[in-house]
């Protein structure tokens, strides 16, 4: 059962859709009693860092998320901005993010980014692992997933970047530290590669 966290950021049935085509349960979390007995949590995201957080804030989710996710080590991946949410903080805001991933969000340097239109990163980008997980399993080679952000996801501990992608410079595109994962790119709008990496999930 995969538990779809809706604080009132991000498209949560573009979700349910790809896991009902794989025949995957799934449970829409919109208070905190939604959130118990979860087995695998998915936090979405979208828009700016401070307006997500403080929706989470004030869902009434954030302590027992905080609990599952970091003293029951219940596995969560954050999308996107819900990526973002899971570092120490990041300059787009002023608030302090939840700080699961020892980690910083920073704003790409326009100078360094070729393209005409340089941000936000927009559009299908390679995603290169750098080191050999399941959630990446089958898509080790050639797999391009879409992106759509201004800011990027700094570890302050390499170790816990999982793959990488370049836009301008090379950051991070997805992270892991023990049950928690983050991936900058948008699985549910990514067809194949994005339903393969959302059931490799899964299956965590």
């Known amino acids: 059962m995969i538990t779809l966290i809706d604080y009132g950021v991000g498209n949560i049935y573009a979700f349910q859709n790809v ?12 208070s905190r009693d939604d959130l118990l007995n979860a087995e695998k949590l998915i936090l979405p995201g979208v828009g700016s860092f401070d307006y997500a957080m403080n929706q989470l804030n004030a869902s009434g989710m954030r302590e027992l998320l905080d609990e599952l996710v970091l003293v029951k080590k219940v596995p969560v991946i954050g999308i996107c ?48 692992p750098v080191k050999t997980h399941p959630l990446f399993e089958g898509l080790e080679n050639d ?17 816990n970047s999982l793959a990488i992608s370049d836009y301008g410079i090379t950051f991070s595109s997805a992270v892991n530290c023990d049950n928690i994962f983050g991936i900058q790119f948008h699985p549910e709008k990514s067809h194949q590669y994005g339903e393969k990496l959302l059931h490799n999930f899964a299956k965590l």
């Open 19 to 30: 896991y009902k085509r794989l025949d995957i349960p799934t449970k829409i979390a919109k």
């Open 143 to 159: 797999s391009i997933f879409y992106f759509l952000h201004s800011f990027y996801f700094k570890c302050n501990i390499p170790e």
């Open 81 to 128: 901005v819900g990526m973002q949410m899971m570092s120490n903080k990041s300059e787009e805001g002023k608030l302090e993010g939840l700080k699961w991933i020892d980690s910083e969000v920073l704003k790409f340097d326009e100078r360094l980014i070729k393209h005409r239109t340089k941000l936000p990163h927009m559009g299908w980008n390679d995603v290169k």
